[in-house]
Structures are given as structure tokens and as C-alpha cells.
């Protein structure tokens, strides 16, 4: 059977260059479907940094009414640890996606742990910032419903109300703020500023990028907490694989084409230049040679099998700066 097979004997057309771009939905899947494999790939290299949270979450429900306190000391260091690698675990993956999105070559595992050491100090503080934010929230689901049934006092609606609003706010510059780090060289007051900037410039945008998240999420958590035990289980096993880096792909497919628009090209313009990720193909007088990509004919392989190439290649990646400071 030859269903994951490959043929290398046989060359097809190939790739036209300048063949006409999908957009919206269909070159969201079109990318989704070519990076398919990658896209689980990158969702268990994730996967295990949110390790130490699972460890900890363990460690509290295990030790939590008991007056040995040891186990709960060993939860309070495994969620520290996961607030000081989540932040540079999700740059990293979103340097990642955004490769994918902008059709750049990458070599995942490395350019994973490049992008983890390199953004490792503004990225940890933005997560730990996260962490804290979700712990604010948790709190406030939490106190303020109570607090509310034992007083009956309803000024406190008010408060529960900032509260999710500061949340769904930061939430939406999350969208915007990893992107935007892994892009460029802004300062992290900067950062911050414009990540705020663009949830009001592009709040359709937001909304409709913040509702195919919240409902995948609250599908997923739904079917865990709802369904049978044993579907439960199936799903929980499915969370290394998915779906983090496909709602991830979601957010950079989304967003980084405002950050292009609003952040990035502005700087190219006002230096008289354009921003290299939109340059497609040098100018005329400058190609040496034709791309024959969709109009070569297929070469069938060679009666009794061809000869293995003994030859090898050497490929070099130029280790570019970021965008813009």
C-alpha cells in the first residue's frame, strides 16, 4: 500500500510563483491543511511547558484539606515555574505560526528554542502578567458571587463587571502584544501601548477572532466536563496534540496582518523602503532566472529505476534581526 508513501521518482508541474493567493477562510485552511502535521508538532512541544501546571494543579487537589503542608509547597513552586516559561513558550510558538502564516521556512524545534531564549525576558514578564490576570479573574468568579448572595449588596456587580472587563481587555491585547514581540524591537512600554492600540482599531477584527476562540474553548471544556467519563478521557488524552496551536494559527492569522498595517509597514514607509515580508519577487531587470513553477511538464521516472544522487546540498539560512525598533 502506498497511501504515505512518497514518490520521488516522479516530478509533477510544480508550483506556479506567482499563482493567485487564497484569502480569508480558504488560505486559513489551505495553510492549516499544508502544516497539519506541524501544527500537532508544535501543540506537544507546547504541550510540555504547561507540565509543572498540571503538577501543580495535582499537588494542590491531593494536599489541599490536609494539614501537611509539604505538597502544597511543591504545587506553589510547579505554578511558579509554569508562570516564568509560559510567557517565553508562547512567543516561541507564535514565532513559529507566524512563519507559517507568512509562508517563511522554518526549522520548528530550532527556531522554537531560538525564539524561547531570545524573547525569554520580555516575554516571561508579559506571562507572568497572564498569570496574575487569571488569578484576579478565578478570584472574582469565585468571591464576588459570594459576596453578593451574603450582603445583597449590588454596588458589588459593579466591581465583578470591571474586573471581566480588564480581563476580556488583556485578553484581546494578548492577541496582539506576542506577535508584536516577536516581530520587533518596540520597549515594553511600547509594546504594551500598541497591543492596547489595536484591540480598539481592530475590534472586528477582535470580535469575531475572540468569539472562534471563546467557542472552540468552551465547546472543548463543555464536551470534557459534560460527556461521558470515557469520551472525557479521550479528549483530555487529545490536548497534547490540539488545540492550542490550531486556535494559536487562528490568532496570528488574524492579527498579524493588522500589526503589518498599522505597526510594521508605517516604519518601512517613512524610511522611503518596503517591509521585506511583502516583497514577493525581485525587480525585473534583476532576475537571472525564470520560475518555470506551473508550466514545466511532468517528468516520468526512468524505466528500471533511477540512479540515487550521491551529491549533497549545503543550504545556509540568514539569521535576520528583527523587523523594526
Known sequence: ???????????????????????????????????????????????VFFLPLLAAITFFFLWWNSTFSFGLILAGIFAIGFAVLFGPATAAMTKILKNFVIEKPTFLVHDFFRTFR?????????????????????????VYPQLISQTGNKLLYVFFAITISIGIIVLLMNFYIFPMLISTNLSFKNLLKNSLALTVVALKTNIVT????????????AAIVFIDLRYSMILLFLLPFLPAAWLG??????????????????????????????????????????????????????KGGAKKSTGSKASSRSHKGKIIS
Open 118 to 142: 531570545s524573547e525569554f525576558k520580555f516575554s516571561c514578564a508579559v506571562g507572568m502578567l497572564d498569570c496574575l490576570m487569571a488569578c484576579c479573574l478565578a478570584a472574582a468568579f469565585y
Open 210 to 221: 475572540t468569539l472562534i476562540v471563546g467557542g472552540v474553548t468552551a465547546l472543548f471544556t
Open 249 to 302: 494559527l487562528v490568532i496570528v492569522f488574524q492579527c498579524y496582518p493588522i500589526i503589518q498595517k498599522y505597526i510594521i509597514n508605517p516604519y518601512y514607509e517613512q524610511r522611503g523602503e518596503v517591509n521585506p515580508e511583502l516583497l514577493q519577487e525581485a525587480p525585473e531587470d534583476e532576475v537571472l532566472f525564470e520560475d518555470m513553477g506551473g508550466k514545466e511538464k511532468p517528468i516520468e521516472p526512468a
Open 1 to 47: 500500500m502506498g497511501l504515505f508513501k512518497n514518490n520521488y521518482e516522479r516530478a509533477g508541474v510544480g508550483i506556479a510563483k506567482n499563482a493567485p493567493k487564497k484569502k480569508g477562510f480558504f488560505r486559513y485552511m489551505e495553510i492549516f491543511g499544508r502544516k497539519f502535521w506541524k501544527l500537532i508538532e508544535l501543540n506537544l512541544l507546547y504541550f
